[in-house]
């Protein structure tokens, strides 16, 4: 069982939202569509299940082409974070709904009801209708009706976005376990990347129709292909600035200079792009070889045991996240940190030329 797109592309009134793509998911695999708003993410679940037809190219599952096949012909489940239940059937007639299209015994039902409704803390509420319950319940109702179809294709499109931290988080590590246990290819959308890094798996970076790296997620994280993967896989997005190559020199924007050594010191002579993520950005010194960069803070938001700080960096738009609540003046000049092996490399047009050291070691 897999599932195969080649070549597959949309575009709807002349707007292109998918871009030719090609893409291969295993069975029993937890794949995860990374990417801000807008990036394609739903528009490609839809042509995996069969909602939309590709203008372009083919929709392979297990060996079979099923470009034309309706949505109701295929073995799919799909959640999306707007959930949709029955108003009118009881939360138990709502998770068993597939199971009895699909001709299951009532004991077969009755097992699988309740073990979902257990798993989605529903127990107390199978009586009720989904308009009694709060809109995290209505979610995991949803959820349930999911689990219970057995379907070899599981769509997720961003599912946990209206649920409570807690359930949320314990909801992230329980459903992919079941999925994949049951040999189903598990797609889950998400804008934030957090989320993909808590899932594991195989992430899909997407930006603006196009898939730009897919590979095991810690990859991706680590080793992104180009600057604009980076950027997806960080949050806050990644900070650039430039940097020359000169010898075993690097010099950075604003003078600042580091020995080429390790993996920088196979760069060519020239001009290219340094980026690094927001949580390297300290406040003080780590390293005696660490760098340090003179910059104008501009906003600051405490998020309780953290603090985001907005910086101008010479006419560049930086985000430092610091550990701890800081007191810090708005508009005043900032000395900032950065660990060298925390910088990855890349060529002017984005393409990667050097992972972070630290990238790498690990």
């Given at each position: 069982?897999?599932?195969?797109?080649?070549?597959?592309?949309?575009?709807v009134n002349?707007?292109?939202?998918?871009?030719?793509?090609?893409?291969?998911?295993?069975?029993g695999?937890?794949?995860?569509?990374?990417?801000?708003?807008?990036?394609?993410?739903?528009?490609?679940?839809?042509?995996?299940?069969?909602?939309?037809?590709?203008?372009?190219?083919?929709?392979?599952?297990?060996?079979t082409?099923?470009?034309?096949?309706?949505?109701?012909?295929?073995?799919?489940a799909?959640?999306y974070?707007?959930?949709?239940?029955?108003?009118?059937?009881?939360v138990?007639?709502?998770?068993?709904?597939?199971?009895?299209?699909l001709?299951k015994?009532?004991?077969?039902?009755?097992?699988?009801?309740?073990?979902?409704?257990e798993l989605?803390?529903l127990?107390?509420?199978?009586?009720?209708?989904?308009?009694?319950?709060?809109?995290g319940?209505?979610q995991r109702c949803?959820?349930?009706?999911a689990l219970?179809?057995?379907?070899?294709?599981?769509?997720?499109?961003?599912p946990?976005?209206?649920?409570?931290?807690?359930?949320?988080?314990?909801?992230?590590?329980?459903?992919?376990?079941?999925?994949?246990?049951?040999?189903?290819?598990?797609?889950?959308?998400?804008?934030e990347?957090?989320e993909?890094?808590?899932?594991?798996g195989n992430?899909?970076?997407?930006?603006?129709?196009?898939?730009?790296?897919?590979d095991?997620?810690?990859?991706?994280y680590?080793?992104?292909?180009?600057?604009?993967?980076?950027?997806?896989?960080?949050?806050?997005?990644?900070?650039?600035l430039?940097?020359?190559?000169?010898?075993?020199t690097l010099?950075?924007?604003?003078?600042?200079?580091?020995?080429?050594?390790g993996t920088?010191?196979?760069?060519?002579?020239?001009?290219?792009?340094?980026?690094?993520?927001?949580?390297?950005?300290?406040?003080?010194?780590p390293?005696p070889?660490?760098?340090?960069f003179?910059?104008k803070l501009q906003?600051?938001?405490?998020?309780?045991?953290?603090t985001?700080?907005?910086?101008?960096?010479?006419?560049?738009?930086?985000?430092?996240?610091?550990?701890?609540?800081?007191?810090l003046?708005?508009?005043?000049a900032?000395?900032?940190?950065?660990?060298p092996?925390?910088?990855?490399i890349?060529?002017?047009?984005?393409t990667?030329?050097?992972p972070a050291?630290?990238?790498?070691?690990?």
């Amino acid at each position: 069982m897999s599932l195969v797109l080649e070549g597959v592309s949309k575009a709807v009134n002349g707007q292109t939202h998918i871009y030719p793509t090609n893409l291969e998911l295993r069975p029993g695999t937890m794949n995860v569509l990374l990417g801000p708003t807008s990036a394609g993410k739903t528009s490609l679940m839809r042509l995996m299940a069969g909602l939309d037809v590709p203008n372009t190219g083919k929709v392979i599952w297990n060996g079979t082409d099923v470009t034309g096949l309706r949505v109701q012909d295929r073995g799919v489940a799909m959640v999306y974070q707007q959930f949709i239940n029955y108003p009118s059937m009881s939360v138990y007639d709502n998770i068993a709904s597939p199971m009895r299209l699909l001709g299951k015994s009532k004991d077969q039902i009755d097992q699988a009801v309740k073990k979902a409704a257990e798993l989605m803390k529903l127990t107390p509420f199978l009586d009720r209708k989904p308009l009694e319950l709060s809109g995290g319940q209505q979610q995991r109702c949803a959820l349930a009706r999911a689990l219970v179809k057995d379907a070899g294709l599981v769509l997720l499109d961003e599912p946990l976005a209206n649920l409570d931290y807690k359930l949320r988080e314990e909801l992230r590590a329980e459903i992919p376990k079941i999925f994949e246990e049951a040999g189903s290819i598990f797609v889950y959308a998400t804008t934030e990347p957090e989320e993909a890094l808590l899932l594991g798996g195989n992430t899909a970076a997407m930006w603006e129709g196009r898939i730009t790296q897919f590979d095991r997620t810690p990859v991706v994280y680590r080793q992104p292909v180009d600057a604009t993967t980076a950027r997806v896989f960080s949050d806050p997005p990644m900070n650039f600035l430039k940097v020359t190559k000169s010898g075993d020199t690097l010099s950075f924007g604003d003078g600042q200079t580091a020995p080429a050594t390790g993996t920088f010191a196979t760069l060519g002579d020239g001009g290219y792009l340094a980026g690094f993520r927001p949580n390297h950005l300290e406040l003080v010194k780590p390293t005696p070889t660490a760098l340090t960069f003179s910059a104008k803070l501009q906003v600051t938001e405490i998020t309780g045991s953290e603090t985001f700080v907005h910086l101008d960096h010479h006419g560049d738009n930086w985000v430092g996240l610091i550990h701890g609540v800081k007191n810090l003046k708005i508009g005043s000049a900032l000395d900032v940190y950065l660990d060298p092996a925390h910088v990855y490399i890349f060529a002017e047009d984005g393409t990667s030329v050097a992972p972070a050291s630290y990238a790498t070691a690990a």
